[in-house]
């Protein structure tokens, strides 16, 4: 699978502020995945966006696929204390394992 | 619902030592995956069996391997241990969904 970049790498936010994290790679992606991992847990899936400029929303998170396929965002709005973790987009070929970008950890504080 | 189960949670062994983690998949998932993922790092993919043959395989050292049995469940192997081998390891299965993996809750394996 393809490589994916993440950035930021940290962010801290004050509760009820936004927050973004971004997922980019050097060529198009068959797909992706967001997967969110508190501290001491476990990875938990949270989407996948198959199609270019796709947008699906889960409550206060939205979830882009840029129209080439190249980029994806994960957006957070009016944070909370329980967003808190780390955030990773992931990518993986059809049979294939995903391979995990490099994490965005968000801390918030209330 | 039925959980991803990794035993154990802990080991502590000493250099040189073997280790074996366990993993038993969601019911009528087909694939299972292991990871790595060492402190601060994202997970790093070892391996993976799709029913029960190996489907692909990422940077899994030569110390390591892996196997999956009948009833599904796999485990891995771990040889001649090295410091650098502390890390969690997770299992993660999945079903026909591509990219909906299911993490257990990890193995955090120490070597001293």
């Known amino acids: 699978g393809q490589q994916v970049m993440q950035i930021p790498q940290y962010q801290h936010v004050q509760e009820g502020e936004d927050f973004t994290t971004y997922c980019n790679s050097s060529?198009?992606?068959?797909?992706i995945q967001w997967y969110k991992q508190r501290p001491g847990g476990h990875p938990v899936f949270l989407i996948q966006?198959?199609?270019?400029?796709e947008v699906k929303k889960q409550k206060r998170l939205t979830f882009q696929f840029g129209e080439a396929k190249k980029n994806s965002s994960l957006h957070i709005t009016a944070t909370q204390t329980t967003d808190v973790g780390t955030y990773f987009c992931?990518?993986?070929?059809?049979?294939?394992?995903?391979?995990f970008g490099k994490g965005t950890s968000l801390l918030v504080t209330p | 619902a039925a959980g991803v189960i990794q035993s154990p949670r802990h080991l502590i062994k000493e250099k040189r030592e073997t280790a074996t983690l366990k993993c038993y998949p969601i019911p009528r998932h087909d694939t299972v995956y292991w990871y790595q993922q060492g402190p601060g790092q994202d997970p790093q993919f070892l391996i993976s069996?799709?029913?029960?043959?190996?489907?692909d395989k990422g940077s899994i050292p030569d110390r390591f391997s892996a196997q999956q049995f009948s009833d599904y469940h796999s485990e891995l192997n771990m040889s001649s241990l090295e410091l650098g081998d502390s890390a969690l390891y997770f299992c993660a299965s999945s079903s026909q969904i591509p990219g909906e993996l299911f993490f257990g809750e990890g193995s955090r394996l120490t070597v001293l």
């Open positions: 966006l198959v199609k270019s400029g």
């Open positions: 992931s990518q993986g070929d059809t049979g294939y394992a995903l391979n």
């Open positions: 060529t198009t992606l068959s797909n």
């Open positions: 069996f799709y029913e029960k043959m190996q489907s």
